[in-house]
């Protein structure tokens, strides 16, 4: 089952960027709307032997992944505080 959820912004590399967070099944996950790059980036975080970590789905995009997961996180933690 496919869910939506939150639609919001972050700035990436000084530009407002456009996330939208979903649900398949469990598994939470958000498309970036990266119109510079290329297709869309599909991020989730998943863990591995070394802990939690941002990963592109499908896998391709670490590198995206790892500057884009962040700032989500960020985005998240500053709504929080703010409430």
């Known amino acids: ?18 996330v939208s ?3 398949i099944g ?3 996950v958000f498309n970036v709307d990266l119109p510079l790059r290329g297709k869309a980036l599909i991020l989730t975080v ?5 802990g939690k970590f ?6 391709g995009r670490q590198a995206d992944a790892e ?8 985005y998240f933690k500053d709504k929080k505080n703010k409430a």
Do not use: C
């Open 1 to 18: 089952m496919f869910e939506d959820n939150a639609v919001f912004e972050i700035d990436y590399e000084g530009k407002a960027v456009r």
């Open 21 to 23: 967070e979903h649900y």
């Open 26 to 28: 469990e598994q939470r």
């Open 46 to 50: 998943t863990e591995g032997p070394k």
């Open 54 to 59: 941002w990963t592109s789905v499908p896998q």
């Open 67 to 74: 500057k884009v997961g962040p700032l989500i996180a960020w």
